[in-house]
């Protein structure tokens, strides 16, 4: 099992920024990748950003540049810092861990941090 404690959410202005950070316990082997996803009300979840355990980054569309998401291995955390934010980021943001193993990959969540930026 791997448990995921996200931390930095919270309301900023438009143009603002914000680091989100998540802290991973537990079994941390055979990891994958570390990401985060957003959710707003009444749309389905989408990637932010994610990073593989060799070190390829992936980000949404939307990020156009505004995000950088980074990991410290040492501490088994994994941060994503927020520039430029736009009404439209507002949505509970969730840390992400894929597991693989035996062929078969297990996807951890962690319980979501409110983001709501205003204009």
């Known amino acids: 099992q791997v448990q995921l404690v996200e931390s930095g959410g919270g309301l900023v202005q438009a143009g603002g920024s914000l680091r989100l950070s998540c802290a991973a316990s537990g079994m941390l082997i055979s990891i994958k990748a570390l990401g985060w996803y957003r959710q707003a009300p009444g749309k389905q979840r989408d990637l932010v950003a994610s990073?593989?355990?060799?070190?390829?980054?992936n980000y949404g569309d939307f990020v156009k540049g505004r995000f950088t998401i980074s990991r410290d291995n040492a501490k088994n955390t994994v941060s994503l810092q927020m520039n430029s934010l736009k009404p439209e980021d507002t949505a509970v943001y969730y840390c992400?861990?894929?597991?693989?193993?035996?062929?078969?990959?297990?996807?951890?969540w962690g319980q979501g941090t409110q983001v709501t930026v205003s204009s």
């Open positions: 990073v593989t355990s060799g070190g390829l980054t």
């Open positions: 992400n861990v894929v597991k693989e193993y035996a062929g078969y990959e297990y996807d951890y």
